[in-house]
């Protein structure tokens, strides 16, 4: 698991993990039941307070996206929470403003465009 932190961006570093985390989850590139890192070693590989670490786990945690085990760590939970969905349907929102703004710059209408999609998606 790979997060990236800016102390650069003025977000705090704890919401910067809780938002990186519920990406991952809701991208489907940690998958329910997968373990997250130990909050000391994930400290350490970010080079932050374990405290902070920490709180992130308990913020996920509540947000019901996480759960932890007494001694065996802190695992995705299993089945998609909603919490997960409305990340999906942020994530893709946003890429679709995106893409409604360029086919606007580029004067091609919207059933044009809902055409093309629809002819990528016949190729996957």
Sequence with gaps: MQLRISD??????YVQVVRQIKYL???????AGAQLPPVRKLAEQLLINPN???RAYRELEGDGLVTSRQGAGVFVADGVSP??????Q????????????????MKVDVEALIEMIRRRSESF
């Design 8 to 13: 650069q961006d003025g977000v705090p570093i």
């Design 52 to 54: 902070t670490v920490a």
């Design 25 to 31: 989850v809701s991208s489907g590139r940690l998958a």
């Design 83 to 88: 919490l997960a969905r409305r990340e999906q």
């Design 90 to 105: 942020r994530l893709l929102t946003e890429r679709i403003d995106v893409l409604l703004t360029e086919a606007r710059q």
